[in-house]
């Protein structure tokens, strides 16, 4: 008998030094699919996908930064996507975290491959070359991941604190699980790094080669985002889509025009809202098992988190979720990928 399953896209700082290879090592047979976007990036003069796949080395500056970043996670996950054994899994709809978004509207049909891919490699080539603010991160849970009391609102206070001294930006990013992504200049991320403290030994974390995405200081991207990305790219999705919102894109009721609106302007400057995203995926479409795409391993914490926040299935904590047993499948683990794939 299928298993239910939504499935969950990552965003940017999921390929990293261990990630390398990725696509070479599990979708050896899906080698048409990356010529087609390493011709795709040829015509624009960026280097190809299978190149940086294919490195003798991991180099952070050169694999981090959004031109190549969000090609190379595009190209795993989707791949990843296409080989989720679907004799095991009747799959019920797709979500994903900030750049999985991007990756979620090519999994449910409202992108098809290239145009998926263009959409994210324009916006990772856009990110780049604006390079507008960074981001950091930062937990309210403790490591047996229960909110610890007053932690988030403390937290909020700071950020806002911050954000009113002049020459400082800071706010909300991601609202992700256990752990607020925030975005500011760089001015505003200092000040929290030097006026909070460390926790769990290494929050707060500075994101490398990351914009300030999800806030008003990508108002310059979203604007050449919607001059380069037409409204024809998008289709009404084959599968249902959760957004950064929580808000549900159903099959033949979602209109292109709106999906466009929302995807270049709305997501790229105010904050995603991962956790709502997983919470209605749990309740509404209350699936038995939620497949996480690679590569990485880093969002499955998050998706874990959001829904032991939400109490899905009586959980109250990291104890509950690892009793639980295969409820959630990380395509990015070996031992969880052989069950997704067969």
């Known amino acids: ?38 011709s795709y990036r040829d015509a624009l003069g960026q280097e190809k996908l299978s190149e940086l796949d ?5 180099s952070g500056s050169r694999f981090t ?48 491959v ?31 991941w229960q909110a610890i009391p007053g932690e988030r609102e ?27 992504v925030l975005a500011g200049n760089d001015s505003g991320l200092t000040a929290f ?7 769990q030994g290494r929050f707060p974390m500075r994101l490398p080669g990351h914009a300030g995405f999800h806030t008003a200081m990508q108002a310059p991207v ?17 599968l249902p889509m959760i957004d950064g919102r929580g808000a549900i894109w159903h099959p033949k009721a979602a209109n292109p025009a709106d999906l466009r609106a929302y995807t270049l302007g709305h997501q790229v400057v105010e904050p995603y809202d991962f956790s709502a995203a997983i919470r209605v995926a749990a309740r509404e479409l209350m699936p038995d098992v939620f ?16 829904l032991v926040s939400c109490g899905w299935r009586g959980w109250t904590d990291k104890a509950d979720f690892k009793a639980a047993g295969a409820r959630m499948l990380s395509m990015g683990m070996a031992d969880q990928r052989a069950l997704v794939t067969g």
């Open 193 to 199: 790094e030097a006026e909070m403290p460390v926790v």
């Open 154 to 180: 403390k937290i909020e206070t700071a950020v806002a604190e911050i954000n009113r001294r002049d020459g400082h930006v800071l706010g909300l990013s991601i609202d992700l699980g256990g752990m607020l």
């Open 54 to 58: 294919g490195a003798a080395r991991f």
């Open 1 to 38: 008998m299928k298993q239910t399953a939504v499935v969950v896209a990552p965003g940017r700082g999921t390929y990293n030094r261990e990630e390398l290879g990725y696509f070479a090592r599990h979708h050896a047979g899906q080698s048409a699919l990356m010529a087609r976007f390493d």
């Open 65 to 112: 930064r959004g031109d190549n970043a969000s090609g190379l996670i595009y190209a795993c996950a989707y791949a990843d996507f296409l080989a989720i054994d679907r004799e095991r899994f009747d799959i019920l709809g797709v979500t994903g975290n900030s750049m999985g978004w991007y990756i979620a509207l090519a999994c449910a049909g409202a992108l098809d």
């Open 291 to 306: 497949i996480v795409l690679g590569p990485g391993t880093t969002l499955g914490g998050a998706v874990a988190q959001s």
């Open 222 to 238: 979203a604007v050449q985002g919607q001059a380069r990305l037409t409204e024809d790219l998008f289709a009404a999705p084959d």
């Open 114 to 144: 290239m145009n998926g891919f263009e959409v994210v490699n324009t916006m990772g080539t856009l990110m780049h070359e604006n390079m507008i603010g960074g981001q950091l991160i930062y937990p309210f849970v403790d490591e047996n």
